[in-house]
């Protein structure tokens, strides 16, 4: 779930900023790429505080607004850089041809995108798949525990820990982000190389 809301939040404003001329479209780039250089850890307490007071420790959603807020600076930024490079003569020769707006994103600007949203969506997943620190402070509930919580309780509670079970745990825990890289990797590598030459 929170992967579907980085995709469709980032991609969507990005192709806001990148295409229509607003007076506050650098400035809320700007405000927006600022969240790449906050570190988590600093987040943590806040945040806590708040879902105790709102009641939503030890839910879904607790976990998802986080992940959401901190992949949406950078994903931004990468479909910003793939679709200032789109030439507007396509989006106006588009438009002329009678392809609403919306025809224009769906059906244009999105397929030409794949590699970007490949991109986002392999490396999100599999940090999201990985997250264990948001998981910890916010999770106690072993129903809404993660699979890095998960391999935490195979550790004792005076250290003591099943080499053998941990490790069958762990192998089977990194297969699902295996098989993510491995299968989307030329895709990954394009949509990177496009917005490394294109930013």
């Not at 708040?50 to 807020?69: A, C, D, E, K």
């Not at 989006?91 to 224009?104: F, L, M, R, V």
């Not at 509930?141 to 004792?156: H, N, P, R």
């Not at 069958?168 to 394009?190: D, E, G, Q, R």
Request: hydrophobic share 55%; glycine share 6%; charged share 10%.
């Amino acid at each position: 779930f929170s992967l579907i809301l980085i995709m469709a939040f980032s991609s969507t404003v990005g192709y806001a900023l990148s295409k229509f001329r607003f007076k506050i479209n650098k400035k809320l780039y700007s405000f927006l790429t600022l969240g790449i250089m906050i570190p988590v850890q600093i987040t943590l307490i806040p945040l806590f505080i708040f879902y105790s007071r709102m009641g939503i420790l030890n839910t879904t959603f607790s976990l998802v607004l986080p992940q959401v807020g901190f992949a949406i600076p950078l994903s931004v930024m990468l479909f910003v850089n793939f679709y200032q490079f789109v030439p507007n003569e396509l989006i106006e020769a588009a438009t002329i041809d009678g392809c609403s707006p919306y025809g224009i994103f769906f059906k244009i600007m999105m397929p030409m995108a794949q590699n970007t949203f490949i991109t986002i969506a392999s490396m999100y997943s599999i940090l999201i798949w990985n997250d264990f620190i948001f998981a910890n402070t916010f999770i106690s509930k072993s129903a809404a525990k993660t699979v890095a919580m998960g391999l935490k309780d195979y550790v004792g509670a005076f250290g003591n820990v099943d080499w053998g079970l941990t490790f069958a745990a762990i192998a089977v825990s990194i297969l699902p982000p295996m098989i993510v890289y491995f299968a989307l990797n030329k895709h990954v590598t394009a949509g990177m190389a496009a917005g490394a030459t294109k930013g």
